[in-house]
């Protein structure tokens, strides 16, 4: 037998131990993958939702609340502005874009946004096929709606009130699908687009210049809405600098107002990653403590079966076999012990990961996937690899102070 097979005769022989060892690795270096993934992922994910937004404007609430609703459409919406303060901003010469939101509705969990075509800009949307809305009640659809529902272009559907599935459905306001968005890495693959008009009318609201009321006929029953309505709203407001001036003196302003409020995304997101970092660093402890535990228990593993088989290594060199070879071999099972909780650490993290994303619709939405693969993990590999061959080279280190003779005649 090859010194290779011995090692794993040896592992086998001391089945519960080598399982049990396994196991430990496994739990950490799957915690630490969890960790390493979520982490990166979700600040990959806030930087790209973020990128091109320097502030975000809508009713006074939380701040933080304002920016996961209106960026990350993870949140329900603080309430809606009047639409009088869009044109406002526009007026400010510091500002160089306004991009409106209208929210309130939904399709299967997917929200229906009334925007602008900009909106679509800000991501570097481009279409798949169709063509972007050009009247009421036409919509364009992210890459992900559109593979989870199977909606296609020219197919018709209702939305249902509010942000969740299970709302009551505007029957008599049907949109169309006018066009598919390709896939984008954003918060734009999992939204339905539409003009803020549209999102108006569902709810019988009337435009800012009047009414479309004419040509689209809203339902009756809405009637009653629009004859008390005194200005359109909307939901938030997307804000782009053209000075650096605005940064100053621009949240500042809104903030003073009674009905309004601005959040900075930078700021916010900042704060919401301090906060979750205090957990994030408290489970990686933990991870790192069950990695240490579990080397730990190899080199006690190693260790004991090496004082149980002094005599069989000693009729090893008997037979020839160089000290160097038998520490190599007990390197060996070392070794296999990391790389069998290594890999099934690996697979725990990505599998976990994977199944939290499908059963928690949010965190889904934010874009967590158990199928990439982060580059810190190749660290957390090496480390757990390196952190096995250590602890197996302590007790290995013995096989050059062994006295053939002496140790024979002892295990007589």
Do not use: C
Request: avoid cysteine; aromatic fraction near 6%; proline fraction near 4%.
């Amino acid at each position: 037998m090859t010194l290779v097979g011995l090692a794993f005769a040896y592992l086998r022989d001391r089945a519960l131990n080598t399982a049990l060892n396994i196991l430990l690795l496994t739990l950490g270096v799957g915690t630490m993958v969890i960790l390493v993934l979520f982490s990166s992922q979700l600040g990959a994910r806030f930087e790209r939702d973020a990128r091109g937004v320097d502030l975000v404007v809508g009713a006074k609430g939380s701040p933080l609340q304002l920016i996961l609703s209106s960026l990350y459409q993870v949140d329900v919406p603080t309430g809606n502005i009047p639409l009088s303060t869009l044109a406002a901003l526009r007026r400010d010469p510091t500002v160089g874009q306004v991009i409106p939101l209208a929210q309130g509705d939904s399709l299967r969990g997917y929200r229906i946004i009334g925007s602008e075509p900009a909106y679509i800009d800000l991501y570097g949307g481009r279409l798949a096929a169709g063509r972007i809305w050009a009247a009421p009640y036409e919509t364009v659809i992210g890459s992900e709606v559109a593979r989870r529902t199977g909606a296609r272009v020219g197919q018709k559907f209702v939305g249902s009130h509010g942000l969740s599935e299970g709302g009551a459905e505007h029957e008599h306001t049907p949109f169309t699908v006018t066009g598919i968005l390709t896939p984008t890495g954003t918060v734009m693959d999992r939204l339905i687009l539409t003009s803020v008009e549209s999102v108006w009318e569902v709810h019988g609201l009337g435009h800012a210049e009047g009414s479309a009321e004419a040509d689209h006929g809203p339902a009756a029953q809405n009637a009653s809405i629009r004859d008390h309505q005194t200005e359109p709203e909307v939901t938030a407001l997307l804000v782009r600098y053209r000075s650096p001036l605005a940064a100053v003196r621009l949240p500042r302003f809104i903030n003073a107002q009674t009905q309004l409020q601005a959040a900075a995304p930078a700021v916010e997101i900042t704060r919401l990653m301090s906060l979750l970092g205090v957990g994030i660093e408290a489970a990686r402890g933990f991870a790192v403590l069950l990695i240490f535990t579990s080397g730990l228990s190899i080199f006690v593993a190693l260790y004991t079966a090496l004082r149980q088989r002094e005599g069989d290594l000693a009729m090893l060199r008997v037979m020839g076999a160089a000290p160097a070879a038998i520490f190599a071999q007990v390197i060996l099972e070392g070794l296999a012990l990391a790389t069998a909780g290594t890999g099934l650490g690996l697979a725990l993290g990505h599998g976990a990961l994977a199944l939290a994303a499908r059963a928690f619709s949010q965190l889904g939405e934010m874009g967590l996937t158990g199928l990439s693969f982060d580059p810190a993990e190749i660290y957390i590999v090496l480390g757990a690899l390196a952190l096995g061959v250590i602890a197996a080279a302590i007790p290995a280190a013995r096989v050059f102070g062994v006295d053939i003779a002496d140790t024979l005649q002892k295990a007589r």
